[in-house]
């Protein structure tokens, strides 16, 4: 595919108009589309090549946590109707963070601090949700069924990218949005390694019913559950309540406008979300069979009762529920911090430069904050408050900064080498947390400082980049 004229010409005697900018995005997931949105709104000429060959496709994973960071992000980059969709189609926000035993005995229930602006607080949304919402608008932006392959330099400065379906594009800049296997990245930087984090995570949902909500502690169905068991056992629960119903109508108590905005979105025809509970369970690769990633989803479900066995029944009992169709093993991967290379005409966001382990929770928050941020650079530059390449350089300098500080922090939380993944020693590490968090959890003030760190964490106190 080549790229669209990009002018119609001029009148008889006049010089022909400059050509807007045009920004090549590779990859349509949550950093490339809000990217893709802030670009469009200050006025660029910008396209998303996607290899998924529809809207629907490509999906990996089923809650999203969008922290104060996203959502300062995706108010900036969505035009103000479509950032009001994204709030009326968000899950219930969660309002308890709890640790758990295997057993489902409370270690600390954290409070999440509520919502005081559009910016604050925690919410959460389906990955199909937010997908749809990015794409809402955009369908003459996206190039479906486009595969990535390699991209070339031009004499002009310029930069042409090439697809495996054939065809080219030729853009001012191009922006790696394309992953943890990034081949923008692979050419651009064949140094910036991606490693296996030593850790394998399977995860699936069930739908929320009177049956599965009785499964849960009533702080869990009402946040987020996090179990910390022996042999560096974890699972993670998520109870997604949406305002529709299963026929896709907004329900009893919605009203006003998000009724409105429900009813109207377009992206519901495309989005098969009801509420559900979703769980994630993860540990070392070295508790795992060496199949464990060619196993489908009923085999993985019995795998996880098999290394479960002495877990509360509730648990169990919630894995037995899971839909096997929903069921998928991830090898988690981390990405290995570089320093900063020098700036040309390509960039990188998101999982494309600083992929990161699930343990802070801050993965699409942190690509949200990339779109945000390199929108705010590309303007200065249109504005002529800046040359395109101090405002690139400015985007990633600050970029490789969060963006890295979150993956080795992430690491340090959820990686395959911590010390409670190890046969005895592990053991003693799970007591003396779980010690910790007792004796948090009857101290107040030692409470709420662990609340304040988590909320800092997701970019509470954070001012603006």
Same mark, same amino acid.
């Given at each position: 595919m080549t790229s669209e004229p990009l002018h119609t010409g001029s009148a008889a005697g006049e010089a022909p108009a400059p050509a807007p900018f045009r920004v090549i995005v590779i990859g349509a997931g949550t950093g490339g589309m809000a990217l893709a949105h802030g670009l469009r709104r200050a006025g660029f000429d910008v396209v998303v090549y996607e290899r998924d060959r529809t809207r629907s496709a490509g999906l990996h994973g089923y809650r999203v946590g969008i922290g104060p960071d996203g959502s300062?992000?995706? =108010?900036?980059?969505?035009?103000? +109707?479509?950032? +009001?969709?994204? =709030?009326?189609?968000?899950?219930?926000?969660?309002?308890h963070f709890v640790m758990l035993t295997e057993r489902l005995r409370t270690s600390v229930d954290l409070p999440l601090r509520p919502a005081v602006d559009e910016e604050s607080g925690e919410r959460s949304v389906s990955r199909m949700t937010l997908r749809q919402v990015l794409f809402t608008g955009m369908e003459d932006v996206i190039r479906f069924g486009r595969t990535f392959t390699h991209y070339e330099q031009r004499p002009d400065g310029r930069v042409t990218a090439y697809f495996a379906e054939g065809g080219e594009d030729t853009g001012d800049l191009l922006v790696a949005a394309d992953g943890v296997g990034s081949r923008v990245r692979k050419q651009y930087l064949p140094h910036a390694r991606v +490693?296996?984090?030593?850790?394998?995570?399977?995860a699936a949902k069930l739908p929320?019913?009177?049956?599965?909500?009785?499964?849960?502690?009533e702080a869990v169905a009402d946040g987020i559950g996090l179990v910390l068991a022996p042999r560096g056992y974890s699972c993670i629960l998520h109870t997604m309540e949406f305002p529709w119903d299963g026929d896709g109508r907004p329900k009893n108590g919605v009203g006003g406008n998000d009724a409105d905005l429900v009813r109207q979105w377009p992206g519901l025809l495309f989005d098969n979300t009801r509420d559900y509970v979703n769980w994630g369970f993860w540990a070392s690769t070295d508790k795992f069979p060496p199949d464990v990633l060619k196993r489908d989803g009923r085999q993985l479900i019995e795998l996880v009762r098999e290394m479960t066995a002495d877990w509360h029944p509730n648990l169990r009992e919630l894995f037995r529920l899971a839909d096997p169709s929903t069921c998928f093993p991830i090898n988690i991967r981390t990405s290995v911090p570089v320093p900063q290379w020098p700036t040309g005409n390509i960039t990188l966001i998101g999982d494309a430069i600083h992929t990161m382990t699930p343990g802070q929770g801050v993965g699409a928050n942190t690509a949200l904050r990339d779109a945000a941020l390199l929108t705010r650079r590309l303007t200065a530059f249109r504005d002529g408050r800046s040359s395109l390449h101090d405002a690139v350089r400015g985007y990633e300098t600050r970029m490789i900064d969060y963006g890295f500080e979150a993956v080795l922090a992430s690491k340090a939380q959820t990686g395959g080498d911590q010390l409670i993944h190890r046969p005895y020693l592990g053991r003693l590490a799970l007591a003396a947390l779980r010690t910790?968090?007792?004796?948090?959890?009857?101290?107040?003030?030692? =409470?709420?400082?662990?609340? %304040?760190?988590?909320?800092?964490?997701?970019?509470? %106190?954070? %001012?603006?980049?």
């Open positions: 300062a992000a995706l =108010k900036q980059v969505l035009p103000p +109707e479509l950032h +009001e969709t994204f =709030k009326a189609t968000c899950a219930r926000p969660p309002r +490693e296996d984090a030593g850790i394998i995570s399977i929320l019913t009177p049956e599965s909500r009785a499964l849960l502690p910790q968090l007792r004796i948090a959890s009857r101290i107040p003030s030692v =409470k709420r400082r662990m609340a %304040d760190a988590m909320h800092t964490r997701r970019g509470g %106190d954070r %001012d603006e980049d």
